[in-house]
């Protein structure tokens, strides 16, 4: 078993739905989470770091973690075109793990 | 404000032939350094780190080397390409603090034939 698990999609959503993200993980030693954004052919960038189970809101994007469960969720409100990419979850102890990444197409 | 480069950008390599990739970040001192390797559809595999000049940790035994001359600057190298090295190359830095995250590089495109 993976110690991350993300489904790889593909998900096509329209301009304006809400985008659903999610992650599952089994080390209970993970303390960190975050979501990276990567456009194609392109590194991941930084998109919402979080450390504590809740919510985080930064803009139209929320990130969830609820480590009782061991799951996170990213959330785009009013997507855009431009939101299409690949959304990689990670999380650390020493080092850091990564699911396998959802690609997202935002269709005009 | 902190930077990190890659080069080359793309790389087309015949089998058996050596590869170097160079990576170097700006704006930071004394950083971690991370190299990973994306193939399509798997996700980021993380190759080697690096927590100091001339120390490197091993993550996956393979045809790869890392090394770290210098505080800031991380090398990839192989003595033999085979094909099964081809895909998209990242190196990444994070502070040495253990809150702290990683920022990723541009990435090379390396493909071996």
Known sequence: ?????????????PEGA????????????FQYFMWYRQYSRKG??????TYS?????????????DKSSKYISLFIRDSQPSD?????????????????GTTVTVRA | SQTIHQWPATLVQPVGSPLSLECTVEGTSNPNLYWYRQA?????????????????????????????PQDRQFILSSKKLLLSDSGFYLCAWKTSFATDTQYFGPGTRLTVL
Do not use: H, W
């Open chain 1, 1 to 13: 078993q993976k110690e991350v698990e993300q489904d790889p999609g593909p998900l096509s959503v």
């Open chain 1, 18 to 29: 809400i985008v659903s993200l999610n992650c599952t993980y089994s080390n209970s030693a």
């Open chain 1, 44 to 49: 991941p960038e930084l998109l919402m770091y």
């Open chain 1, 53 to 65: 189970s809740g919510n985080k809101e930064d803009g139209r994007f929320t990130a969830q973690v």
């Open chain 1, 84 to 100: 299409s990419a690949t959304y990689l979850c990670a999380m650390n102890d020493y080092k850091l793990s990564f699911g396998a």
């Open chain 2, 40 to 68: 399509a559809g798997r996700g980021l595999q993380l190759l080697f780190y690096s927590v100091g000049i001339g120390q490197i940790s091993s993550e996956v035994p393979q045809n790869l080397s890392a090394s770290r």
